[in-house]
């Protein structure tokens, strides 16, 4: 696939307009935890070892199916693209 600096620039672009609305979204939530006084440190550390273990395989599980649906996606994609390359015309004599 060919460098298309237009095309990186809009990625580029799209990546950071979601960082920043991600970083809202957290500043929002560290504002909502501060109004009602909840102290995250403690939250955090009252959490269960064997919860954050759970937690913690049940996120490594559904990443690997993740991975596992992008891989089939992409085996997908390589089949079902059609091959740039054509044979070239077969030479024909002229009279």
Known sequence: MPYDEERVARI???ADKM???IQGKLDAGEATFRQF??????FSASIKPEHKE???RLLAEDQ????REVDEE????SFSTPVSGTRPAKKRMMI
């Open 12 to 14: 580029v672009a799209d």
């Open 19 to 21: 960082v920043g609305e």
């Open 37 to 42: 006084g909840v102290d995250r440190g403690a």
């Open 54 to 56: 759970e937690a913690a």
């Open 64 to 67: 690997a199916a993740i991975d």
């Open 74 to 77: 992409k085996a997908r994609l």
